[in-house]
C-alpha cells in the first residue's frame, strides 16, 4: 500500500445552529485540511454564511427531506469527493468539536499500518466537563479503551473505500446512525480502531436536566431503530439495551404497582430494593475501569434512571413506525 498523507485528508463538518463551536469546529478543520466542506441543517443562526465567509465549501440541506446527521454526513461526503475526487481519507466531524492538532497524521499512519482497518478514532474529551454535571456524564461516556472496537461514534477518520463500499449513512436512521453504519462496516470485513491518541474536544453544552432527558430519550429511540434493523443478526445489536429499557423502565415499575394493592406495599419497597442493587452493580463496573468514586456513583445514577427516558424514546420509535410516520431528529440542543 502506497502511503498518504494527511494532506490528502478532506473534512467533513456538520452543524445545526451551533453558534460560536462551530467557529472554533471550522477554525480547527482548516488548520488541519485545505479541504473542509460544512454541511448545514437549517440553522437560523446564519452559521453557513460564517462558513462560506472563511472558505469553506457548504452544502445546505433541503428543508424537502428531514433533516438527520446521517444525510448531512452523506452529502458532504459526496461535496468532498466533488473537491477532492482522489482522496483517499475523510474525516467526520460535528460542529460542536475541534479537532485536535495532530490527529489526522495519527489517524493516517495508523490506516496506513493496516489495511484491513476501514474507520479510526481516538479520544474524545468535553471542553468544559466542569460547567455541569451532564457535561462531566459526557466526558466520562467517552472513555473508552484502545483497540479494536465495534463503533467508532460520529466522529471518525476513515478510508473512502470503506465508507462507499458500506454504502455511506442510512438518512432515516435519526439517532446511533454511527452504530448502524459500523455493524454493515464490520460486516464486509473491515475493523474500526480505537487509538490511543487525542482526536477531538467536545462541547455538550448540557446545563440543564430536560436537555439531558431529551438526550436519554434520544438513545431510547435509537436502541428501538437499530435493534429494528440488526438485532436479528449474529450480534443482536442493541438488543440488550433495548431489552434492559423495557425491564426497568416499564416492567418492573408496572408488575410493582399491579401487586400493590396485594402486597401492602411490599411490591414497591421490593422495587426499591432491586434499584438499590442495580445502582450498586453499576457504581461497581465504573470502578472497575478506574473511576472516581464520585463519578461512579453520578454515572451510575444516571445510568439507572436513564430508562424512563429511554422508555419514552423506544415508546415513540414505534408509535412513529405504527403509524408510517417519518423519523424526525430528536435534538438536546435546541432550547441551549
Not at 475501569?289 to 422508555?311: H, Q
Request: proline share 3%.
Amino acid at each position: 500500500m502506497i502511503p498518504v498523507s494527511s494532506d490528502g485528508v478532506v473534512i467533513v463538518a456538520i452543524g445545526r445552529n451551533e453558534g460560536e463551536r462551530l467557529q472554533g469546529c471550522l477554525r480547527a478543520a482548516q488548520a488541519a485540511s485545505t479541504t473542509v466542506v460544512y454541511v448545514d441543517s437549517g440553522s437560523a443562526d446564519g452559521s453557513a454564511e460564517y462558513a462560506r465567509s472563511v472558505g469553506c465549501r457548504v452544502v445546505e440541506l433541503s428543508p424537502e427531506r428531514p433533516f438527520s446527521a446521517a444525510r448531512a454526513r452523506n452529502e458532504g461526503f459526496a461535496c468532498a469527493l466533488e473537491a477532492a475526487p482522489e482522496t483517499a481519507f475523510v474525516q467526520f466531524v460535528d460542529g460542536d468539536c475541534e479537532l485536535e492538532d495532530g490527529w489526522l497524521e495519527r489517524g493516517v499512519a495508523e490506516l496506513n499500518l493496516r489495511s484491513d482497518v476501514g474507520l479510526v478514532r481516538g479520544h474524545l474529551k468535553e471542553i468544559h466537563p466542569e460547567t455541569s454535571i451532564y457535561n462531566r456524564l459526557c466526558n466520562l461516556e467517552w472513555q473508552q479503551e484502545p483497540g479494536e472496537i465495534g463503533s467508532s461514534g460520529g466522529i471518525f477518520l476513515a478510508r473512502v473505500e470503506a465508507f462507499k463500499a458500506a454504502g455511506g449513512f442510512r438518512p432515516d436512521v435519526i439517532a446511533a446512525e454511527d452504530d448502524e453504519f459500523c455493524v454493515r462496516v464490520r460486516r464486509l470485513g473491515w475493523k474500526i480502531l480505537m487509538v490511543d491518541a487525542p482526536m477531538a474536544r467536545h462541547d455538550a453544552a448540557m446545563t440543564r436536566f430536560s436537555q439531558w432527558w431529551i438526550r436519554a430519550r434520544r438513545a431510547g429511540h435509537a436502541y428501538a431503530q437499530v435493534a429494528a434493523l440488526h438485532g436479528d443478526g449474529e450480534e443482536r445489536y442493541f438488543v440488550h439495551e433495548r431489552r434492559r429499557v423495557w425491564l426497568w423502565g416499564l416492567a418492573l415499575p408496572g408488575l410493582a404497582l399491579i401487586l400493590m394493592p396485594f402486597t401492602r406495599g411490599l411490591s414497591l419497597a421490593a422495587l426499591v430494593c432491586l434499584y438499590g442493587l442495580q445502582l450498586i452493580h453499576i457504581f461497581r463496573g465504573c470502578r472497575k475501569r478506574g473511576w472516581a468514586n464520585r463519578d461512579a456513583w453520578t454515572y451510575a445514577f444516571f445510568a439507572l434512571i436513564s430508562k424512563f427516558p429511554g422508555l419514552q424514546g423506544l415508546l415513540e420509535y414505534h408509535w412513529r413506525r405504527s403509524r408510517g410516520q417519518t423519523m424526525m431528529i430528536i435534538e438536546h440542543k435546541r432550547n441551549s
